[in-house]
């Protein structure tokens, strides 16, 4: 027989050293980016707007069509509050009978195609459909039978819409915007909420249907300190052992995460936190167990950050990484920034944005800690502004950035 050497009975060895320890969570899937709570705090009066605009399906339903946009930073529970809203509606509708279907699709995760939008979308609803063989225009019309054949109305919320936008276009939401029309006299079956960052991205639209869409506005501000509290105690009672994560260091993260009002990485930050206490056997998480999770994670590198970003803001700050990488020093000035900016958007044969609004790029990178912002002082000639990282390596941000950019490059070269 053969033996079995050290090495090979180590994995196995962890494991069970692992999980003879003691933990301090009851259950780690509500700290997850997928969990979907009963109570949105600080986010009820948008809930309940949801609400009033979408009523119409549970007393009349199918006699209108809805448009709503949903916009805010990363963090702020674009996401959250569009899926706890549907969960909550459909099962409401169910309670009276009503035939409603709330479908979320990520449009980044589907690559900024409508074909491929649209083809998730009839899946949910008809699981059997053939997976081949139609145009994205086709299978929303299909999509438009099927819910004629089943007598429903649909509510599709297009997450991360910049990516639609910024892959094909404004058509897909032209189309989608206009297919009641193309069925007058028809059941209005077909409503959307828009979820996106930045609405900048909606001068790439049709102004009618920029103007549907503002009308029916939600905007996230970002998360305050105090208001990040709550989030993390409902989460906390749900994650944790009784006794395990003190309040003290519940509000010591909160503080933390206020800096950039992001809840994503709070609740990153208290399960770290909790993770580096159960590694030290620890049986209460403690503010050093939530200053080693702060240490090991950079909130301005998170993929869904990064990919959050619009293509020029990812450009200025892979000038600027670059800089801080080439000089070797803390800081570099604006106009040198400037410069490399252009020299990026050459690279990427992207037109350069003005400096006008490279500095309000620059204010809102600022504003949440991802970039440092600082006068110049004495000693150097004439005033300008210094831009370096607080809080994270330049070389760590250059390569997240410069993978973020591959698509664009890719893009660029199929169209030469």
């Known amino acids: 027989m053969k033996s079995v050497g050290v090495l090979e009975q180590l994995p196995s060895d962890i494991v069970k050293e692992v999980l003879s320890k003691s933990t301090v969570f009851r259950n780690e899937g509500p700290l997850s980016l997928e969990y979907i709570p009963l109570r949105l705090p600080n986010r009820e009066d948008k809930l309940a707007f949801l609400v009033q605009l979408f009523r119409f399906v549970l007393e009349k339903p199918c006699s209108m069509s809805q448009r709503v946009l949903i916009t805010g930073d990363v963090g702020t529970g674009k996401t959250v509050l569009s899926q706890r809203f549907g969960l909550d509606i459909t099962k409401a509708a169910k309670n009276r009978k009503i035939n409603l279907h709330y479908v979320h699709v990520n449009c ?10 649209m083809k998730r979308t009839i899946e949910k609803l008809s699981p059997e459909f053939p997976k081949r063989g139609f145009a994205p225009e086709e299978l929303l019309q299909v999509l438009m039978d099927l819910l004629d054949h089943q007598n429903a109305h649909l509510i599709l919320a297009l997450d991360e819409l910049e990516s639609l936008i910024q892959t094909e276009g404004s058509t897909p939401i032209y189309t989608l915007t206009r297919i009641q029309e193309e069925r007058p006299g028809a059941p209005m079956r077909l409503s959307l909420i828009c979820i996106l960052r930045d609405p900048a991205y909606l001068e790439k639209l049709d102004l009618s249907t920029i103007g549907t869409l503002q009308r029916n506005f939600v905007r996230l501000e970002k998360y305050s ?6 989030i993390l105690s409902d989460r ?6 009784d006794g395990a994560m003190p309040e003290e260091t519940v509000a010591f993260i909160a503080d933390v995460a206020g ?3 992001d809840a994503r990485h709070a609740i990153e930050l208290l399960w770290r936190a909790g993770k580096y206490a159960d590694s030290e056997s620890s049986r209460v998480v403690s503010a050093e167990h939530v200053r080693k999770a702060i240490a090991s994670v950079y ?9 959050a970003l619009s293509v020029h803001e990812k450009l200025l700050l892979l000038a600027l990484s670059r800089l801080l990488i080439e000089r070797d020093t803390a800081y570099v000035n604006m106009g040198e920034v400037e410069r490399e900016y252009h020299a990026a958007c050459d690279e990427f044969n992207e037109k350069p944005r003005h ?10 990178l600022s504003s949440i800690g991802v970039v440092s912002a600082q006068k110049s002082g004495e000693g150097m000639r004439g005033r300008t502004t210094l831009l370096g ?3 994270v390596p330049a070389s760590a941000m250059q390569a997240s950035l410069e ?14």
Do not use: C
């Open 236 to 241: 906390v009672e749900l994650a944790f052992k």
């Open 259 to 261: 800096s950039s009002g």
């Open 403 to 416: 993978a973020a950019l591959e698509p664009v490059r890719k893009a660029q070269r199929r169209y030469r």
């Open 355 to 364: 400096h006008t609004q490279l500095w309000k790029y620059v204010r809102a």
């Open 225 to 230: 300190a105090d208001q990040l509290q709550p």
């Open 299 to 307: 909130p301005a590198m998170r993929t869904d950050y990064i990919a």
């Open 108 to 117: 980044r995760e589907n690559k900024g195609s409508l074909f491929l939008i």
């Open 389 to 391: 990282f607080a809080q």
